[in-house]
């Protein structure tokens, strides 16, 4: 038997509306903060305790609510911002809805206390469960203070979902954060558990964006402005010298909406193809400014998306815009990081006994050349690396000889005759010539050895005599303290210095004598990237071949000849060496007659 339909109790409505609306501390936040703006404050507080999970405070000097209208704010689908359809299409402020303060009410004990400008003092006014106070007299300069308390405290199964306090704390520091960025003439502060974490007096929009971004981004960035009668676009963004592993530093904002569009972000990538190793991650913060009928702000219950009535036309108009401030600034010393061209080669010179590279196949993998060919190379020799180079191999050294009768013995990879521009080994085999792009092959070795050892739980951990200071920011040390077990699993240990310092205390044995410092901070950026979401598992790999990266031997590196053979020797032994850990080709086969062909010999 079905049960009967019955209208559902306010209370319970209010409970499952705010899931979607404010789903985590941040969300919660988010909103709170765009109540403030939609005010007009000009100063906003932000008081967070245990991640906002016990505690979010926000206090504004905005226009404040009426004593009577104390109650309707917190009624659900209750707003002074909209009143008809026609307003929805052309909204200006940041909300509309009239559910936040409902939801919030439902889910946490709220305090409201507001004063209007006119008012001889403020009025407060508690929710708990549904149930509404009466109107207290209070004391408080002319804006609003929001506060709610215990979050989901009455919602167990969603309360369930929050993560620690650290990870929700970064989360909310991410809204405020997004927030400060787009209304810089706002002064904001940010404490958590009463510490104050940061705070911006008011600023013009550039001076903000560099105090969020940072130094570096600001000694690499590049101004954006572009205006045409539809759609306008201001801000800054980071020349290819400057880019990161993740996409920590990309903000997007429509019309002072924070918002991740997957058009808008593909526009950009397009934008820095050219400039940009498709891995690294680029860094701007955008303003794009259009008329509120061009776009659609409601497609979403945080507002985190929107649609644009012109897709096509925006695209292009962001395209175009980067690309033009990406090519002026190209003279300015942006190329030498991000040319891949240079490694390209190119072998249309020859013609017309071109050496078709149709014939040259890596073998056991499709053969990819062009596309898969223009990735950088890091041109940085550092010493400790060749040594942990020849360590790692050494146990192949001397089998890896060749000999004067190895005929019918010898390896399917040859063996080694010379190096290529610090870059390739050629070696030679039975059919013929193998180049190997060292860098490629020994990632890939090194990182199914990681993986092997990792499998095993034989990852060693090499303990450092003088323990290195490593410094990071608030978000950053959230990230490795919830990330310390997995980081000890591969060989890392910290101690404590301060709330921004570290001490590492030890470090992979497979990375001895190595600087852990931009390692680490990679990690971190790895981590920071993919998030709880990812299985730890998963995540471990991507760990692990990050390291990898990092400890395999460098181009420019010169190898000698037993180094040379050990490798290859290496490589038979490894599974999947035909590809690196990026899915780049390792190595290649040029077969005799491809040789004799391009000579013209008829054998
Ligand atoms: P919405 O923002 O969509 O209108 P909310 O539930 O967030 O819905 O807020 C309801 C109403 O309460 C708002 O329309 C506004 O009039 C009032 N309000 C909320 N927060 C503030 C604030 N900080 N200052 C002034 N008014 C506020
Ligand atoms: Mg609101």
């Not at 903060?33 to 008081?47: F, P, R």
């Not at 971004?213 to 800054?236: K, M």
């Not at 925006?314 to 990406?326: D, E, G, N, W």
Request: hydrophobic letters at 40%.
């Amino acid at each position: 038997m079905p049960n009967p339909i019955q209208q559902l109790p306010e209370l319970l409505i209010n409970q499952i509306a705010a899931g979607e609306v404010v789903e985590r501390p941040a969300a919660a936040l988010k909103e709170l903060l765009e109540n403030s703006l939609d005010a007009g404050a000009t100063a906003i507080q932000i008081e967070l305790v245990a991640g906002g999970i016990k505690r979010i405070r926000v206090v504004d000097n905005g226009v404040g609510i009426a004593a009577s209208e104390l109650k309707l704010a917190v009624a659900r689908h209750a707003t002074s911002k909209i009143a008809s359809l026609d307003d929805l299409e052309r909204v200006a402020s940041l909300g509309f809805r009239g559910e936040a303060l409902a939801s919030l009410a439902a889910i946490s004990r709220l305090t409201l206390t507001s004063r209007r400008a006119t008012s001889a003092h403020a009025f407060r006014l508690q929710v708990l469960g549904g149930e509404t106070s009466n109107l207290e007299p209070a004391a408080l300069a002319e804006g609003t203070v929001v506060e709610a308390e215990d979050l989901f405290f009455n919602t167990p199964a969603r309360r369930k979902f929050l993560k620690t306090e650290s990870t929700e704390f970064g989360h909310a520091d991410d809204a405020a954060t997004r927030i400060a960025i787009a209304y810089p003439s706002v002064a904001v502060s940010l404490s958590h558990n009463g510490r104050r974490i940061w705070a911006h007096a008011t600023q013009s929009p550039e001076e903000r964006i560099m105090a969020i971004l940072g130094d570096e981004f600001a000694g690499s960035s590049i101004t954006v402005s572009e205006h045409q009668p539809a759609f306008s676009i201001s801000g800054h963004i980071a020349m290819s010298r400057y880019s990161r592993a993740g996409r920590d530093q990309q903000y997007v904002f429509v019309n002072g909406r924070f918002v991740r569009d997957k058009l808008l972000q593909h526009a950009i990538r397009e934008a820095y193809a050219d400039v940009l190793h498709h891995q690294r991650q680029p860094a701007y913060a955008l303003f794009l400014s259009l008329s509120p009928d061009l776009v659609d702000v409601n497609v979403h219950p945080a507002k985190a998306e929107v649609r644009f009535r012109d897709s096509r036309g925006m695209h292009q108009f962001v395209f175009h815009a980067l690309r033009k401030a990406l090519s002026q600034s190209s003279t300015e010393g942006s190329a030498p990081q991000a040319d891949p061209g240079r490694y390209i080669t190119a072998t249309n010179n020859w013609s017309p006994q071109q050496l078709s590279m149709e014939t040259a196949r890596p073998i056991g993998i499709p053969h990819q050349v062009g596309g898969g060919a223009s990735w950088r190379v890091d041109s940085v020799p550092q010493a400790a690396e060749a040594t942990r180079f020849y360590d790692v191999l050494r146990g192949a050294e001397t089998a890896a000889m060749p000999s004067k009768s190895a005929g019918s013995e010898m390896p399917p990879l040859g063996f080694a005759m010379a190096q290529l521009h610090g870059i390739y080994v050629l070696a030679q085999n039975n059919a013929g010539l193998v180049l190997v792009d060292m860098h490629a092959a020994h990632e890939r070795i090194l990182y199914e050895k990681f993986k092997l050892e990792a499998d095993r739980g034989e990852t060693a951990s090499q303990p450092l005599l003088a323990p290195i200071a490593f410094a990071l920011s608030l978000r950053e040390r959230t990230l490795l303290d919830e990330n310390v077990e997995l980081l000890a699993k591969l060989g890392f240990e910290f101690g404590n210095l301060s709330p921004n310092e570290v001490a590492i205390r030890a470090v992979p044995a497979m990375l001895d004598r190595r600087e852990p410092h931009d390692l680490l901070r990679e990690l971190i950026t790895d981590l920071a990237e993919y998030g709880a979401s990812r299985a730890a598992e998963g995540r471990r790999d991507e760990i692990l071949s990050t390291m990898a990266c990092h400890a395999a031997v460098r181009a420019n590196r010169q190898l000698t000849i037993p180094e040379m053979n050990a490798l290859l020797r290496e490589m038979e032994d490894t599974e999947r060496s035909g590809q690196c850990n990026h899915g780049r080709p390792t190595w290649y086969q040029f077969a005799m007659s491809d040789l004799d062909r391009l000579f013209m010999r008829g054998r």
